[in-house]
């Protein structure tokens, strides 16, 4: 049974860090282009064009920052494969209708739809953290951050190679088609003994602050870390529009 168990995670481990680079690869494969991209589906001046690519680009981020928390909470009721399957496949489609678009406005609402159903990566992680033993954990947490974190880097060349390959519209198929791989392989291979999540329930935030050792801590970090990503992402979207 023991030996079961540790094939499961390490199998899970291989199976989603796979997926996680895929979903590194897709969410960041359409930078390069996404400006041009945009520029295909209208008549934009340049401060026009400017707009619609933040606006775009950003939509994805706005709408996961929100619900991502509400994912979590239906993962700790409902599984986290669960979520996983419905995250892959609904990005799956949404990514496929992305090459299907005729105006911005189509583009703009699809990537906000992306960001609503962003949970594999989160969920993912959670998954491995909830089922390896506590003295592989750095390893096997460690290995998904490489996993998104490579994907993330390599995605950009590989849209911009497919992109300049083929099309726009080819890659988002393409990312989509990666998507339902990485559906399927969940389905297939990556196992779950779900409990759900049982306990004190901490409905405000004060509750979930006090529950913190170092409060201060967490939102300095937080905090510097969306002064970060918003001078990094605000670069390459100007240079993009540019």
């Not at 895929?22 to 400017?50: R, W």
């Not at 994912?71 to 409902?78: H, N, T, Y």
């Not at 004190?200 to 990503?229: C, E, H, N, R, Y």
Request: hydrophobic share 50%; charged share 10%.
């Amino acid at each position: 049974m023991k030996q079961t168990k540790q094939f499961s995670w390490r199998r899970n481990l291989i199976i989603l860090a796979i997926g996680v680079f895929i979903g590194g690869i897709a969410f960041s494969e359409v930078v390069p282009f996404l400006s041009l991209y945009i520029d295909t589906l209208g008549k934009f001046n340049h401060q026009q064009l400017n707009f619609w690519s933040g606006l775009v680009f950003s939509g994805t981020f706005i709408v996961g920052a929100f619900i991502s928390p509400l994912w979590g909470k239906l993962a700790d009721k409902r599984g986290r494969k669960t979520i996983i399957l419905i995250s892959s496949a609904s990005m799956a489609i949404v990514m496929t209708a992305m090459g299907l678009v005729t105006n911005v406005v189509e583009l703009f609402l699809l990537r906000m739809l992306q960001g609503f159903f962003a949970g594999y990566i989160s969920n993912s992680n959670a998954l491995v953290a909830t089922q390896v033993p506590d003295k592989e954990s750095g390893k096997a947490l460690g290995t998904m951050t490489a996993a998104f974190t490579a994907g993330q880097l390599l995605g950009p060349f590989v849209g911009g190679a497919i992109s300049s390959a083929f099309s726009y519209r080819i890659t988002f198929f393409l990312t989509g088609f990666l998507l339902l791989c990485c559906f399927v392989f969940s389905l297939l291979f990556v196992k779950e003994d779900f409990h759900p999540v049982v306990g004190q329930k901490m409905d405000k935030t004060s509750d979930v602050l006090k529950s913190l050792q170092s409060p201060a801590l967490i939102f300095g970090l937080l905090l510097t870390t969306v002064i970060i990503q918003a001078a990094t992402n605000s670069i390459c979207r100007s240079t993009s529009a540019s």
